[in-house]
């Protein structure tokens, strides 16, 4: 299995600095954008605002363990395994899918263990963690092998594969919903029993591309890779998602829906971000052996220069119109969030440069200084952050990620100014795990 990376070593066009498939990569994440826009509106419409706030403290939990996943496998994946080839890719590929049964083991037996303590402290979480178990599973082996296909290149059958679990997915959730049975629980089955029917499908499409097996090699190099982030999605869950249990604790579960309800509408671009990371650092890494010194950062530019309007526009436009959006979505269900929608829209900004400044050290492979940059901002904003909630409330949340946001990309940018560019060689790219 080979790619042509002449093919793409040359970017004429500004849409091709986005890479392959760029066309369905785009309307991959727009489905999964639409699809989870749909399931959060049809929750947060349906549930009580308790109810929601419980279903959302699983769902938190879940991606945590995603995002552990993501560092561990995904993502090293997209980055060592695009260059890869032959019998040696297949090898690699198959190892980490091993990791991946490893992987998913444990954290099942972690929610058990959650959802044991949870029963034994007489909180109402318990069925809904129990609930999330096979859903996280589900979940995780979709997630890799969509990942396998984004790495080969073939998106149009990534689009199909998240096409079919969406549909799925809505489909159950609208049958409970006119049964009148839709609750958080039944919501995570529904939703487990969709992703198994993509995971199987994107087996079906990849298992040509995988040799069974364990070999500890392979298994070092993506530790090597993704160590660091690690560390970083520790560190950016703790400034970002453990405000929802830190909301709900303080404040209480209706406050981290309120808190959700208001991010909504801006959740398209964060499935657009998830395009940028999962694309740029793949297609950086194929063309860097194409590129010199001096034009290695035409493609970052050119992504900016295509991106940077239509994600300012949208921004400005959720902000200055945050009455009318709730109002649309929930009725008057959710109108208390107007601040929230406003602080959120800046926080969305910021969010989009960062994604890029990510991208560029995936690549260069330094993904210590990732975790470096999130380690420097979260020691302000994690006590600031508590502080914030106490005084101000799900606000306080809020403009707590803000700061992080802009101390990461401060600390981002310096680290890029510093780590030099990788140097290609016959074999292929020098290590920069650092």
């Not at 318990?126 to 997630?143: G, N, S, T």
């Not at 991010?263 to 398209?268: A, I, Q, T």
Request: proline content about 3%; glycine content about 6%.
């Amino acid at each position: 299995m080979r790619w042509s990376t002449r093919a793409i070593a040359k970017l004429p066009d500004p849409r091709e600095a986005l890479g392959f498939g760029a066309h369905w990569g785009l309307a991959d994440q727009a489905l999964i954008s639409s699809g989870n826009f749909a399931t959060t509106l049809a929750l947060a419409r349906t549930l009580t605002p308790a109810h929601f706030g419980e279903f959302l403290i699983g769902y938190t939990t879940i991606l945590l363990a995603n995002g552990l996943q993501l560092s561990l496998i995904t993502q090293p994946m997209n980055v060592l395994g695009a260059k890869l080839a032959g019998e040696e890719y297949k090898r690699y590929v198959g190892s980490l899918l091993t990791a991946q049964a490893m992987f998913s083991a444990a954290c099942v037996g972690a929610l058990i263990i959650l959802a044991g303590a949870s029963y034994a402290g007489g909180w109402d979480q318990a069925l809904i963690l129990l609930a999330a178990a096979p859903f996280m599973v589900c979940w995780q082996f979709q997630e890799f092998f969509r990942r396998v296909l984004y790495t080969e290149e073939r998106v149009r059958q990534a689009f199909i594969n998240d096409l079919a679990c969406y549909a799925c997915q809505l489909g159950l959730l609208g049958i409970l919903w006119y049964s009148d049975v839709l609750s958080a629980e039944a919501a995570f089955y529904a939703m487990a029993a969709s992703a198994a029917l993509a995971a199987l499908l994107g087996w079906a499409w990849t298992r040509q591309s995988m040799k069974l097996g364990l070999q500890l090699e392979h298994v070092r190099s993506s530790w090597g890779y993704g160590k660091w982030l690690v560390g970083t999605n520790l560190a950016q869950w703790t400034t970002g998602y453990s405000y929802r249990y830190l909301v709900a604790l303080i404040v209480g579960p209706m406050a981290t829906a309120s808190l959700v309800a208001a991010e909504v509408f801006l959740r398209p671009l964060a499935s657009f971000y998830v395009f940028l990371e999962t694309i740029l650092p793949i297609r950086f890494a194929k063309a860097r052996a194409f590129l010199t010194d001096a034009s290695s950062q035409e493609p970052v530019r050119q992504v900016f220069k295509l991106t940077v309007v239509p994600v300012a526009v949208y921004c400005l436009l959720t902000a200055a119109f945050p009455h009318e959006i709730l109002n649309v979505l929930y009725g008057t269900k959710y109108q208390d969030a107007s601040t929230l929608v406003r602080l959120l829209a800046v926080f969305y900004g910021l969010y989009y440069v960062n994604t890029l400044l990510i991208a560029v050290l995936k690549e260069r492979e330094s993904t210590r200084s990732i975790f470096l940059a999130t380690i420097t901002a979260a020691i302000v904003t994690i006590p600031l952050g508590l502080a914030l909630i106490l005084t101000l409330g799900k606000e306080g949340a809020v403009l707590a990620v803000i700061v992080h946001s802009i101390l990461f990309g401060a600390s981002a940018w310096r680290f890029i100014t510093r780590v030099p560019i990788l140097q290609t060689t016959s074999i292929g790219v020098t290590a920069n795990h650092e």
